[in-house]
T-cell receptor, first 113, second 115 residues
Framework: DQQVKQNSPSLSVQEGRISILNCDYTNSMFDYFLWYKKYPAEGPTFLISISSIKDKNEDGRFTVFLNKSAKHLSLHIVPSQPGDSAVYFCAAMPTGANSKLTFGKGITLSVRP | KAGVTQTPRYLIKTRGQQVTLSCSPISGHRSVSWYQQTPGQGLQFLFEYFSETQRNKGNFPGRFSGRQFSNSRSEMNVSTLELGDSALYLC??????????????FGPGTRLTVT
């Protein structure tokens, strides 16, 4: 059973427009959420995170929104750039001892010049 | 500061064989986690080692095992390889582990192909 779901496997947007990547989770024990970006032949790199006590976190062009009641989070990239083309993974974890990350399957974002 | 290194980068093995993958964490990091990435399942947590002890384990069969050495370098072993073990194996290092910090750094991975 997938506890973190990224239902859209791919997304294509025009350069300069907004990219919205969605993620849903089922485990109510998750209270910390992260987004990772992965280029081919490289490991994932941390992008942005959000704690369950917040509903929004912003870092430059990247904003993550969390809707706890809907168990849904989204990553907004504005404006999108061709260098943002990559696979984006949503991940979630409960805080506390022996925490481990549960990842979604990833979304491939293509930003067209 | 050097990043996380994994060796080998690519590996081809035959079904039934066993394989050992290596991960060297960032200097000073004591926690190493291993993940399996496949197209169908995404990234799945295998196990975490901290100070030479397995601290956490995912839902993988006993054919998957690991260890950590006193210098924090870690190895994972897969015995009796199956075709479904073909995947990208990623390791990630962090100072103290996810229970204390959300910052972990991934290596480039080892691409294992089982034929």
């Amino acid at each position: 059973d997938q506890q973190v779901k990224q239902n859209s496997p791919s997304l294509s947007v025009q350069e300069g427009r907004i990219s919205i990547l969605n993620c849903d989770y089922t485990n109510s024990m998750f209270d910390y959420f992260l987004w990772y970006k992965k280029y081919p032949a490289e490991g994932p790199t941390f992008l942005i995170s959000i704690s369950s006590i917040k509903d929004k976190n912003e870092d430059g062009r990247f904003t993550v929104f969390l809707n706890k009641s809907a168990k849904h989070l989204s990553l907004h990239i504005v404006p999108s750039q061709p260098g943002d083309s990559a696979v984006y993974f949503c991940a979630a974890m409960p805080t506390g001892a022996n925490s481990k990350l549960t990842f979604g399957k990833g979304i491939t974002l293509s930003v067209r010049p | 500061k050097a990043g996380v290194t994994q060796t080998p980068r690519y590996l081809i093995k035959t079904r039934g064989q066993q394989v050992t993958l290596s991960c060297s964490p960032i200097s000073g990091h004591r926690s190493v986690s291993w993940y399996q990435q496949t197209p169908g399942q995404g990234l799945q947590f295998l196990f975490e080692y901290f100070s030479e002890t397995q601290r956490n384990k995912g839902n993988f069969p006993g054919r998957f095992s690991g260890r950590q050495f006193s210098n924090s370098r870690s190895e994972m072993n897969v015995s009796t390889l199956e075709l479904g073990d073909s995947a990208l194996y990623l390791c990630a290092s962090s100072l103290e582990g996810l229970a204390f910090s959300y910052e972990q750094y991934f290596g480039p991975g080892t691409r294992l192909t089982v034929t």
